[in-house]
């Protein structure tokens, strides 16, 4: 059991703040995001409002077209420590 590891909440941040987080610091608008991530602009912008739950396809297209793990988009927020460390 000792190779597990123990996540924790680091920071209270929904899903649609984590894609407007990661859009925004690859400076790409909500335009570039969709034609790359092949998702509705409107759908996009749903997501980082909210209004529309962020779901498991669109979390794999939106990773692929930021370029990191859907888990950073599905989980905002939570921090993976060594069982070790702790």
């Known amino acids: 059991m000792s190779d597990f590891q123990k996540a924790t909440k680091r920071m209270s941040v929904s899903s649609g703040e984590s894609v407007r987080i990661l859009r925004e610091l690859q400076e790409l608008s909500q335009n570039e995001l ?23 396809e669109r979390a794999k297209s939106l990773a692929r077209a930021l370029r990191c793990h859907p888990a950073v988009l599905v989980f905002p927020g939570w921090d993976v420590k060594s069982e070790n460390a702790a």
């Open 34 to 56: 969709a034609w790359l991530a092949n998702i509705p602009q409107s759908t996009i912008s749903a997501i980082e409002n909210d209004r529309v739950n962020l779901g498991i």
